[in-house]
């Protein structure tokens, strides 16, 4: 049930411009601390509903400088950035003193986080009167590490959606982890011919519009079978054991 309804937000979503895409979709995130359940992957999940109460957007306690930040898995140029904020009970206003960064590496491991600045892509001091912003980084900004910070001294973020469309990824860092003797049912995005699961990954990887987040290895057919799920969800509730099939998925964990 649920690889379908996120097979039909990506495709919503995740049109190609301009040989651009979306490299934040699926992608591992954290925030500064989580209200209720909105968690920070909310905020890519591919859905751009701005209503709070649908459970797609990401909210934070009040925090001094809240922050929330994103994973690409990999070192790309960001061109744009497109923002969408929470809309429902006035709440839109909340956003301000923002910006959107970028980081090499991991920022929380430096001195002073959330209190420093990477390579700034944007910076909007007055608040957010509308639903959606977009951000042409200039000149684009190349790192691993998105984050969106509001520096207030206290506060609480909540969006709904951040889409980092990018032009080039420089490498793509991104893991696997296997489930032996299991598989996803369905058709997923295609089924190809391959010599070896390392041949799986990379043709996974190389789906940069329609996000290939998982893929089965079938061994007797050395076929893969290619599939968009989003990783930050258990997929265990939709697996069936299958022998000598085994399930690749995306290893989200930060
Ligand atoms: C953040 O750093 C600046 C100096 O760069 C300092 O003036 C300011 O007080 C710091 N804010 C917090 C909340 O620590
Ligand atoms: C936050 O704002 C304070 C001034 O209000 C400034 O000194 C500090 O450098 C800012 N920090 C960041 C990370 O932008
Ligand atoms: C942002 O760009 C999209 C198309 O890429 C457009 O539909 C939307 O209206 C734009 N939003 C703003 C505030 O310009
Ligand atoms: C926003 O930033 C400006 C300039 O740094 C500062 O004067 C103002 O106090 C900040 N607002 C809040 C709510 O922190």
Redesign the pocket.
């Given at each position: 049930m649920y690889s379908l309804i996120s097979l039909f937000i990506h495709f919503l979503l995740n049109d190609v411009?301009n040989g651009l895409y979306n490299a934040a979709l699926y992608k591992p995130a954290v925030q500064s601390s989580t209200y209720g359940s909105y968690v920070a992957h909310l905020a890519v999940d591919g859905s751009r509903i701005s209503n709070i109460q649908y459970g797609h957007c990401q909210h934070t306690l009040n925090d001094n400088m809240p922050w929330w930040m994103v994973d690409l898995r990999g070192q790309f140029v960001v061109d744009t950035i497109?923002l969408t904020n929470r809309m429902d009970s006035g709440f839109y206003t909340r956003l301000q003193n923002f910006s959107f960064d970028v980081f090499d590496e991991d920022p929380r491991r430096l001195p002073n986080f959330p209190n420093i600045t990477g390579k700034v892509c944007y910076r909007q001091i007055s608040n957010m009167l509308?639903?959606?912003?977009?951000v042409t980084c200039s000149p684009q900004a190349i790192g691993r590490f998105l984050r969106l910070l509001m520096n207030v001294t206290i506060g609480a973020l909540d969006i709904c959606e951040v889409e980092v469309f990018v032009s080039d990824s420089l490498n793509d860092r991104r893991l696997f982890t296997i489930r032996l003797d299991t598989k996803l049912p369905g058709s997923g995005l295609d089924t190809l011919t391959a010599s070896d699961p390392a041949s799986c990954v990379q043709e996974c990887l190389a789906r940069r519009s329609s996000p290939c987040t998982a893929f089965i290895w079938v061994t007797t057919t050395k076929t893969c079978q290619l599939f968009s799920v989003n990783p930050s969800y258990d997929q265990t509730p939709y697996l069936v054991p299958s022998p000598g099939t085994h399930f690749y998925v995306q290893d989200n964990n930060f």
């Amino acid at each position: 049930m649920y690889s379908l309804i996120s097979l039909f937000i990506h495709f919503l979503l995740n049109d190609v411009t301009n040989g651009l895409y979306n490299a934040a979709l699926y992608k591992p995130a954290v925030q500064s601390s989580t209200y209720g359940s909105y968690v920070a992957h909310l905020a890519v999940d591919g859905s751009r509903i701005s209503n709070i109460q649908y459970g797609h957007c990401q909210h934070t306690l009040n925090d001094n400088m809240p922050w929330w930040m994103v994973d690409l898995r990999g070192q790309f140029v960001v061109d744009t950035i497109r923002l969408t904020n929470r809309m429902d009970s006035g709440f839109y206003t909340r956003l301000q003193n923002f910006s959107f960064d970028v980081f090499d590496e991991d920022p929380r491991r430096l001195p002073n986080f959330p209190n420093i600045t990477g390579k700034v892509c944007y910076r909007q001091i007055s608040n957010m009167l509308k639903e959606t912003l977009n951000v042409t980084c200039s000149p684009q900004a190349i790192g691993r590490f998105l984050r969106l910070l509001m520096n207030v001294t206290i506060g609480a973020l909540d969006i709904c959606e951040v889409e980092v469309f990018v032009s080039d990824s420089l490498n793509d860092r991104r893991l696997f982890t296997i489930r032996l003797d299991t598989k996803l049912p369905g058709s997923g995005l295609d089924t190809l011919t391959a010599s070896d699961p390392a041949s799986c990954v990379q043709e996974c990887l190389a789906r940069r519009s329609s996000p290939c987040t998982a893929f089965i290895w079938v061994t007797t057919t050395k076929t893969c079978q290619l599939f968009s799920v989003n990783p930050s969800y258990d997929q265990t509730p939709y697996l069936v054991p299958s022998p000598g099939t085994h399930f690749y998925v995306q290893d989200n964990n930060f």
